[in-house]
């Protein structure tokens, strides 16, 4: 999308299941957020949206936003930049005739995930540290979000990856990216809470996620199955908790990384797992 392009956003209350499948025009995604779903079109589509609640009176109508591109990217200009050898190339710009470069196509959407996130650069260096050292070959990312980080695993190696993400929106950004890479044959999509997909087997566990999921995974026997596990989306108080929840035999931590003293990601390896 260009950064003036408007967007409509319609805020419900009430969980819609695939909007998709009854709207056509101009319609761009769904968003669930808690008890409330957000639908997204690229133009106003206030009398489709009244047919619909018709056939769905359980869901109410809460408010309309409206607002262009940009703001809803918080002004965040889309631009290629590197980490390290890994490339961002938003969808649109070339890709830079690099040997060297590993380049990750990358379109958003109206989901944030392009990639500028702190917590979301410092994933990819730590993925480049482990796979500096070594190739894991399944690859579990739990909150993939726009897909970044399981196209940048596969990119560096890895067999096969499985994201999760809990938002409609996500999962469909998340496969069209997978798609523009060419990669739809090693990178599955699956719509779903984190927590449920934890027992998948997996030789590396990426958790870039809120404080509260990322507490709740580290206590379940599941995940210290994984060799190796980077932990993100943390405050410095929720960052520190998760760290001392991790002190413990058959862990160990291997890398930190901090933004702004604000957001840190966590590198380590449960040295004791279950082959």
Known sequence: MNPEDPLSIYELEGTVTEPEKY???????????GESTFLFFSQPSTEALK???????????????????????AGETLAPFKIGRIGIIPLGHPVPVDEDLVPLIIDPGVVFGSGQHPTTRDCLKALLWIFDRETPERVLDLGTGTGILAIAAVKLGAREVTGIDWNPACVATARKNIELNGLSSRIQVEEGPAEEYLKQKADLLIANLHFAVVRELIEQPAFFEKKWAVLSGLLRSEYAEIKRRLDRPGFSLLGEWETDNTWFTLLGQNIGRVE
Do not use: G
């Open 23 to 33: 709207f056509q025009e101009n319609f761009l995604a769904h968003w669930r957020e």
């Open 51 to 73: 047919q619909f609640l018709k056939l769905h009176p359980e869901v109410s109508w809460i408010r309309t936003h409206e607002i262009s591109y940009r703001d809803w990217q």
